[in-house]
């Protein structure tokens, strides 16, 4: 069989524009079957945030990594042997800079840079009086540093990709990711523009797409004739790979029909969606499922080999009214309690193991993606990232690093290493080492003097 182009995608026309879908990774891609390691499927790296720290005293995984029983992590058992954890990574950058803890933990997490004077934000509680005052981040972020070498080797539609889970304001707190100093990247949180710009190209009015999906059609529809002429073209492993690929944008296409803020009635799509309902708290859990859904399906289509999933940001207070387990109060303020609050400390405990859920989602999506011999999470390394080790401290020492996937079999994986105490900076070579794109130290150099020993095979 002719072997298919990787950058091959299924084209329709509808309503005057072009519709295109990109396609996952199949064997017919691919040089030789079970070539993907060696020439075919590329790297990815993905950045996943969560705030506010975590139980500290509960997080570690047992000697064995038998998670299954574990009190936070045990959604994340069937994946144990693709896991690392990351004990005592010190965010040593953020005790020389200026900022409050959730600032210089949001602000250093991906550059290992300080933060950089300015009149922008109020450093902590300005209603109590405080008059100091922070810039931007310092540096570029790793993520950022990773996009722009990797499109040196091959352009892909986003050069990356960052979403984000109701992370609403602009500031300090809120970015993780930095084009270089006092240039900050933001997220993309909303879920229905993301789709139409993910997944389709349309050369008249960029929302018919959302026309589309009102009139009760998927732009499946609009490619069917170039789904069926590829389709025969497969063998059968690869025309699987078709099938669940097409039905997962289906399903996703139905999720997003319950978020989306226009009604049957709308008849002229508006350039902004007015107050969508992807902000409220409630749709916190859809919200962020259609983006880890889209997140997926963007790494499998080969959309971009560098993305982030941003879970609200620093200081993050939104109420887990969901889970029944939990308090209608705030994650900041829940956050703060004393550890000798049994009340808070439960509801902590499932705050984070809701959290640990919504990862192992995303891991079983990319576990799911098969390319070659590996799958997609092999080919990746994902990172489980937080801005603070423990909200009531507001410490950055022990940030709570968790790392999923390979990376075509870089990462000893199946591991939990404790490193007492080394700076976080080490852990960011570490990865740009496992992304085969290695420098000797990034951002502040005292911090990021090689990389992490143990995680390399």
Aim: glycine letters at 10%; proline letters at 5%.
């Amino acid at each position: 069989m002719k072997r298919i182009n990787r950058r091959a995608v299924l084209k329709g026309t509808i309503f005057g524009g072009t519709v295109v879908i990109g396609l996952p990774m199949l064997e017919a891609m691919l040089p030789a079957k079970g070539a993907a390691q060696a020439n075919g499927a590329p790297k990815r790296i993905v950045f996943w945030f969560t705030a506010n720290g975590t139980r500290q005293d509960l997080w570690s995984p047992p000697s064995n990594m038998d998670l299954g029983n574990h009190p936070l992590h045990a959604a994340m058992a069937p994946f144990s042997s693709k896991l690392i954890f990351l004990d005592g990574v010190d965010q040593s950058v953020a005790y020389d800079s200026i900022g409050d803890g959730h600032q210089t933990g949001m602000a250093c997490l991906l550059t290992n840079a300080e933060i950089l004077p300015g009149d922008l934000f109020c450093e902590g509680n300005c209603d109590a009086g405080n008059e100091k005052y922070v810039g931007w981040g310092g540096g570029q972020s790793v993520d950022q540093y990773l996009a722009g070498e990797i499109q040196k080797d091959v352009l892909t539609k986003f050069k990356s990709l960052e979403l984000g889970v109701q992370v609403k304001s602009s500031s300090v707190w809120s970015r993780m990711s930095y084009a270089g100093p006092d240039t900050p990247v933001p997220p993309r949180e909303d879920p229905n523009q993301n789709f139409v710009d993910l997944f389709s190209d349309l050369d008249t009015d960029p929302f018919a797409l959302r026309a589309i999906q009102r009139r009760r059609r998927s732009i499946l529809d609009a490619v069917m004739e170039d789904y069926d002429q590829l389709e025969r073209r497969l063998g059968f492993d690869d025309k699987q790979r078709l099938e669940k690929h097409a039905q997962s944008i289906r399903d996703l296409e139905r999720r997003l029909e319950v978020t989306t803020t226009f009604g049957e009635a709308c008849t002229t799509p508006e350039l902004e969606l007015p107050g969508g309902s992807f902000e409220q708290n409630d749709v916190y859990p859809l919200t962020g499922r259609a983006q880890m859904d889209m997140l997926a399906m963007a790494l499998a289509c080969d959309l971009t080999r560098v993305a982030s999933l941003q879970w609200s940001r620093s200081v993050s207070n939104v109420r887990f009214s969901w889970v029944p387990q939990v308090l209608n109060e705030g994650h900041h303020g829940l956050s703060h309690y004393d550890d000798s609050d049994p009340g808070a400390q439960s509801d902590l405990l499932e705050i984070n193991k809701w959290y640990s859920e919504q990862f192992a989602y995303l891991l079983g999506l990319m576990d799911g993606v098969q390319e070659g011999d590996n799958t997609l999470l092999d080919n990746s390394v994902v990172v489980w990232v937080n801005e603070l080790g423990k909200g009531n401290t507001h410490t950055r020492r022990d940030i709570p690093f968790v790392l999923a996937g390979g990376c075509q079999g870089y990462l000893r994986t199946g591991q939990h290493i404790d490193f007492g105490g080394e700076p976080h900076g080490k852990l960011l070579v570490s990865l740009t080492h496992a992304m085969g794109k290695p420098v000797d130290t990034f951002g502040v150099s005292q911090y990021s003097q090689g990389p992490l020993s143990g995680l390399a095979r």
